[in-house]
């Protein structure tokens, strides 16, 4: 099969279309036929092993590979067709085998297994994978469950309540998007941050205020909100907390190690809470997501979508935060 792989740790231009040998299914398994993957800054990090959080670097290094990647095949999220079902044994997989079907559409996440940059990935039954929403496509479902598992998770534990402030810095990012489309059907009064040039785009999803941080520092103003959702690891810590009004919550969905010992403190010492708990990637929540979607209360925004051979294109896309949406691959 072919797929988009990187042999060295470096720059966009290290990846390139090879034929690799296509997966096997083995018992408990599923074989899915990719049609779109998302790109996300996480592919990009992989693929250059720069990460932000710089404290992980020896245990990334040992998990990803020493010298080179171990797992060559980048790509978290996709949509795809089943294309075959192995033999399951375990009465709990085989339940999970029994939602899919072959030749039915469906969408997911690859989890740390990854592999969603080529023609076949081969996963675990019981993998976070369900029928793909009916109106959405192939490209706009891989684009899906980066975003909303992680806009949904933190969301869900702010319990954000109707006419509550909420401000989201990075709103125009692959999460920014869905925590914007989320916390609108929750009621909430939003303030988005990014740079100018997605104010017109948030705005067509429901903002109430756009603040460009090129100009505004939104954290050395007078304003105060209930809940702050940030993706951004730059983010001035205090500055965030003296933004938000008594039991206010602060959601950091890319920390640094030192954060998550002072939100610790902030938590136990003040009367605001800060949260940074991981998604989970639960199968309940993608379900949730799927409904969402088939209400018309959410939806993808794509920015780009390229063919494997510029896949370095997109990556460079991805890097320069000039992306307005998701960016995503069409494999087939």
């Given at each position: ?6 042999q ?50 020896l ?16 790509g ?51 993998a976070s ?11 706009e ?16 534990r ?17 999460i920014?998007?869905f ?19 997605k ?16 100009k ?24 965030c ?59 993808s ?18 890097e ?13």
């Amino acid at each position: 099969m072919k797929a988009i792989i990187y042999q060295n740790y470096g720059a966009p231009e290290v990846l390139n279309v090879a034929e690799v040998k296509k997966p096997e299914v083995k018992e408990g398994q599923i074989l899915i036929k990719v049609l779109a993957a998302e790109v996300t800054k996480a592919d990009c990090e992989m693929r250059s092993f720069k990460f932000p959080v710089k404290w992980f670097w020896l245990p990334l290094r040992i998990a990803l590979g020493i010298t080179k990647p171990r797992n060559q095949i980048l790509g978290g999220y996709f949509c795809g067709v089943v294309d075959e079902i192995g033999d399951i044994a375990d009465d709990k997989a085989a339940h999970e085998a029994e939602q899919l079907q072959v030749g039915q559409t469906v969408f997911g996440s690859a989890g740390f297994h990854m592999g969603a940059y080529g023609e076949y990935l081969c996963l675990s039954s019981d993998a976070s994978v369900i029928s793909k929403p009916t109106n959405m496509s192939p490209v706009e479902a891989a684009a899906l469950p980066l975003g909303g598992f992680n806009a949904l998770h933190y969301l869900k534990r702010a319990n954000i309540q109707p006419g509550e402030k909420v401000l989201i810095n990075g709103a125009g990012g692959s999460i920014g998007l869905f925590a914007v489309q989320i916390a609108k059907q929750l009621g909430a009064e939003i303030t988005a941050v990014d740079s100018g040039a997605k104010q017109q785009m948030l705005e067509s999803i429901g903002i109430d205020h756009f603040i460009d941080y090129t100009k505004t520092d939104f954290t050395k103003s007078s304003e105060s909100y209930d809940v702050i959702f940030s993706m951004v690891a730059s983010n001035s810590y205090s500055g965030c907390i003296r933004r938000l009004k008594s039991g206010g919550r602060y959601l950091m969905a890319n920390p640094r190690f030192l954060l998550m010992l002072r939100s610790v403190l902030t938590t136990r010492f003040s009367n605001k809470t800060v949260l940074f708990a991981f998604a989970g990637e639960k199968k309940e929540e993608l379900l949730e997501l799927k409904d969402m979607v088939e209400k018309e209360q959410i939806r993808s925004i794509i920015d780009k979508v390229y063919q494997p051979e510029q896949a370095a294109e997109a990556h460079h896309r991805v890097e320069t935060e000039n992306r307005i949406g998701s960016v995503v691959i069409r494999l087939q």
